[in-house]
């Protein structure tokens, strides 16, 4: 039994959120419709980063299309065969001034009542076969779906994981004060950090660098060790959590005061930070990216100093007796 043949009509920013996206539906039909190269073509001269990507894309399609007749083109174009030998389908671009307004359709005033319209025709015109609107506009999904398109669908094919509602929250919430929970506990101070060492069964199922929490207004912690009979726990405090700057950004919930925490934390290799639009994850990461840039930057001034001004005198640099900390070459970009 053959799998069935699907036909997707990309909106704008798949191709600006990924250039090469055409080339990732396998052995299935790629729309993309005039207005989408047009957009493409006024974003690509403007002086910002999503101008790049607009010009990568027009380069991609262009080298798909290069050597094929407008009939072709319109027709549609095999897409490169792909090094695994999956089975290929087809690219075309579609031009959506040809369709005439008629009652029922939305208007054409705006790109993306076209676009949505194109996908209702080639709808229209193969019952028998799935057309899917791919986009990354969530209203766009839900106009297309009230004009009658059947099959809307977000872009996910670089999601890195598919399963995100399996992964865990980060964090585990105590109801009521967390120090009800605990019946035995030693605590160990050195300098502003305090380490409590529990029982285990507090929290059974646990993890390394998981955050605690309670409906308190002053706990948090962090797991920091455990062995089969205690856990380790870093006494943060949300007050301390909350206090977190990076380049004069500062959290706004204890959320965000764990993610830049860990984000911090240069003993914790990998953070994936999960959420709706606008809780912050991009602010947050971007900020601690600058200061790892400008980190780079720093040693790399500092380094070219000593170079010209201390290594010439030997005697000088006899003197040095601490250890380097100049060696950062993971941050250099």
């Not at 957009?39 to 999503?50: A, F, G, P």
């Not at 999601?159 to 009800?180: A, E, V």
């Not at 205690?230 to 007050?239: F, G, H, N, Y």
Request: proline fraction near 3%; aromatic fraction near 8%; hydrophobic fraction near 40%.
């Amino acid at each position: 039994m053959t799998e069935e043949k699907i036909t997707y009509i990309l909106d704008t920013n798949i191709l600006l959120h990924e250039p090469f996206a055409f080339l990732s539906f396998q052995e299935h039909d790629v729309v993309v419709p005039m207005t989408v190269l047009e957009e493409l073509d006024s974003i690509k001269d403007r002086h910002k980063d999503v101008s790049r990507d607009a010009r990568v894309a027009i380069r991609a399609l262009e080298d798909a299309l290069a050597d094929a007749t407008p009939e072709e083109v319109l027709a549609g174009v095999p897409l490169p065969i792909q090094n695994d030998g999956s089975k290929i389908g087809r690219l075309s671009i579609f031009n959506d001034y040809t369709l005439e307004q008629t009652a029922g359709k939305l208007s054409f005033n705006e790109n993306d009542n076209r676009i949505i319209n194109t996908a209702i025709h080639i709808q229209n015109l193969n019952k028998d076969r799935k057309v899917v609107l791919v986009t990354k506009d969530i209203n766009m999904r839900l106009k297309a779906k009230g004009a009658g398109l059947n099959f809307v669908e977000d872009y996910r094919t670089d999601q890195l994981i598919d399963d995100i509602q399996f992964l865990t929250k980060g964090y585990h919430q105590f109801s009521g004060d967390f120090w009800q929970h605990v019946n035995d506990c030693e605590s160990e101070t050195e300098g502003r950090n305090t380490t409590h060492y529990i029982k285990k069964d507090v929290l059974p199922s646990v993890y390394m660098n998981e955050y605690l929490l309670d409906e308190g207004e002053h706990f948090a912690g962090k797991v920091t060790g455990w062995d089969d009979d205690k856990l380790a726990i870093t006494d943060l405090s949300r007050e301390r959590l909350m206090s977190k700057q990076a380049w004069g950004i500062h959290p706004k919930n204890v959320y965000q005061g764990m993610a830049m925490d860990a984000l911090l934390d240069p003993s914790i290799d990998l953070v994936i930070l999960t959420g709706p639009a606008g809780c912050g994850k991009t602010g947050i990461t971007s900020t601690i990216i600058s200061i790892f840039v400008q980190t780079s930057v720093k040693i790399k001034s500092i380094e070219q100093f000593l170079q010209r001004n201390i290594i010439q005198n030997i005697l000088f640099t006899n003197q040095i007796k601490t250890s380097s900390k100049l060696t950062l070459g993971e941050c250099n970009v």
